[in-house]
C-alpha cells in the first residue's frame, strides 16, 4: 500500500489524464473521503506512539464531552481547569486542534491542554466539523458556538470572560486566524452567512 503522501499524490494526478477527479467544490467524490480516511489512520497511530506512557497531571480537573451544538460527536468539546482554583477568575484558553482541516480531536490535545490548566488557565478543546464530509466554514461556525458557550458558562467554571484567548496549531492556527478576524473586522465578519453561524459574540469585539 502507498504511504499517506504518495497516495495524495496519485490522488492529485493530472486532471486532463483523470478528468474524474477535477476540482470538485461541493466534495462529492468518494475518492476524497478514502484519501481522507487512509491519512486519519496513519496519523492517528504516529499521534498515539507520541504519547504513548503520557498521562494528565493530577492537579488537573477534566470535565469531558460537553455539547455545544447541533453536531453530535463534532460538536463536544472539554475543559481543564486547576484542581485547587478558588473563586478568583482565570483565563480561558480556547483551544483549536490542528490537522490539515480534516484530521484531529479535543482527545489529541488532552496532555497541551492539561499543562496549560496546571500552569493556571481554563483551556476548552473541541471537536469541529471536518472535511470532506463537511465544507468551510462549518468549523468556522462551530468555533463561534464555542466562544459563545464558554460566555455564557463563563461563571461555572470561573472563566474571567475579559481574559479569553484563542490559540490553533497548524489547521487550528489558521482557523484562530479567520475567527479573531471576524472579531475585530465587521466586513470580513458580513462576508460569512449570518444565518447559519449565528451572532458572532460583541463582547469579544474589538471595536465595541
Known amino acids: 500500500m502507498a504511504s499517506g503522501k504518495n497516495f495524495l499524490k496519485?490522488?492529485?494526478?493530472?486532471?486532463?489524464?483523470?478528468?474524474?477527479?477535477?476540482?470538485?467544490?461541493k466534495m462529492t467524490n468518494p475518492l476524497y473521503k478514502l484519501a481522507a480516511n487512509k491519512m486519519r489512520r496513519e496519523w492517528a497511530e504516529n499521534d498515539a506512539k507520541r504519547d504513548e506512557g503520557l498521562s494528565i497531571p493530577g492537579c488537573v480537573s477534566?470535565?469531558?464531552?460537553?455539547?455545544?451544538?447541533?453536531?453530535?460527536?463534532?460538536n463536544l468539546l472539554c475543559v481543564y481547569a486547576p484542581k485547587d482554583r478558588t473563586e478568583e477568575l482565570l483565563p480561558c484558553i480556547i483551544n483549536?486542534?490542528?490537522?490539515?482541516?480534516?484530521y484531529g480531536s479535543k482527545e489529541l490535545y488532552s496532555l497541551y491542554s492539561a499543562d496549560m490548566a496546571a500552569r493556571g488557565f481554563?483551556?476548552?478543546v473541541f471537536n469541529y466539523r471536518l472535511c470532506p464530509e463537511n465544507r468551510y466554514p462549518a468549523a468556522l461556525e462551530d468555533i463561534n458556538e464555542v466562544t459563545k458557550w464558554v460566555l455564557s458558562n463563563a461563571s461555572e467554571f470561573c472563566i474571567d470572560p475579559e481574559r479569553i484567548f484563542v490559540v490553533g496549531d497548524s489547521a487550528g492556527g489558521q482557523l484562530a486566524l479567520n475567527y479573531v478576524t471576524m472579531l475585530s473586522n465587521p466586513s470580513y465578519a458580513a462576508l460569512f452567512d449570518s444565518s447559519r453561524s449565528g451572532h458572532i459574540p460583541r463582547r469579544l469585539r474589538r471595536n465595541k
Open 10 to 25: 496519485m490522488f492529485y494526478c493530472r486532471v486532463e489524464k483523470r478528468p474524474f477527479l477535477q476540482y470538485d467544490r
Open 62 to 74: 477534566v470535565c469531558d464531552n460537553i455539547s455545544y451544538g447541533p453536531h453530535g460527536k463534532d
Open 96 to 102: 483549536i486542534h490542528g490537522g490539515g482541516y480534516f
Open 122 to 124: 481554563v483551556v476548552v
